[in-house]
């Protein structure tokens, strides 16, 4: 292998990182803050509209929520990291079962972006990005 191939072959590895970190952190703001109350700052997403729907609107969220620990699990992040993922999901689920409850904990609580701070956090010291563009 020459030096040329393992640069390329670090540069395939943080590229497929960013990749990963910008479509999760698309799903996560999908599920918990993609519409916004107009005239207020209070946001919330699909998990909050499939919940309208009795009995099975927590399961397709909180299927979406497994997804995104997964991949995290898969971008390498620490076990004591992906536990705290976990333990969100479950006091999520804990508020889900509470009706109507459960819209001001999808409103409030906004699980997948706080499981978001949490692989941000470790993917800006394992697969730090030197370019990126602020908005």
Same mark, same amino acid.
């Given at each position: 292998?020459?030096? @040329?191939?393992? *640069?390329?072959?670090?540069?395939? #590895?943080? +590229?497929?990182?960013?990749?990963?970190?910008?479509?999760?952190?698309? +799903?996560?703001?999908?599920?918990?803050?993609? *519409?916004?109350?107009?005239?207020? %700052?209070?946001?919330?997403?699909?998990?909050?509209?499939? %919940?309208?729907?009795?009995? $099975?609107?927590?399961?397709?969220?909180?299927?979406?929520?497994? @997804?995104?620990?997964?991949?995290? /699990?898969?971008? =390498? #992040?620490? &076990?004591?990291?992906?536990?705290?993922?976990?333990?969100? $999901?479950?006091?999520?689920?804990?508020?889900?079962?509470?009706?109507? !409850? #459960?819209?001001? =904990?999808? $409103?409030? @609580?906004?699980?997948? +972006? /706080?499981? &978001? $701070?949490? +692989? /941000?956090?470790? &993917?800006?010291?394992?697969?730090? !990005?030197?370019?990126?563009?602020?908005?």
């Amino acid at each position: 292998m020459t030096s @040329y191939s393992s *640069i390329f072959t670090f540069g395939n #590895v943080a +590229l497929r990182a960013e990749e990963a970190r910008m479509r999760l952190d698309a +799903l996560a703001r999908f599920l918990d803050s993609a *519409i916004r109350v107009p005239g207020t %700052n209070i946001r919330f997403g699909a998990d909050a509209l499939l %919940n309208l729907i009795p009995g $099975v609107g927590t399961l397709p969220p909180k299927g979406m929520s497994a @997804y995104l620990i997964r991949e995290a /699990r898969r971008l =390498g #992040v620490p &076990m004591s990291t992906l536990l705290r993922m976990i333990g969100n $999901v479950g006091v999520d689920l804990v508020i889900s079962a509470i009706p109507l !409850v #459960v819209w001001i =904990g999808d $409103v409030f @609580y906004r699980l997948n +972006l /706080r499981n &978001m $701070v949490l +692989l /941000r956090r470790h &993917m800006d010291e394992a697969h730090p !990005v030197t370019t990126r563009f602020r908005h």
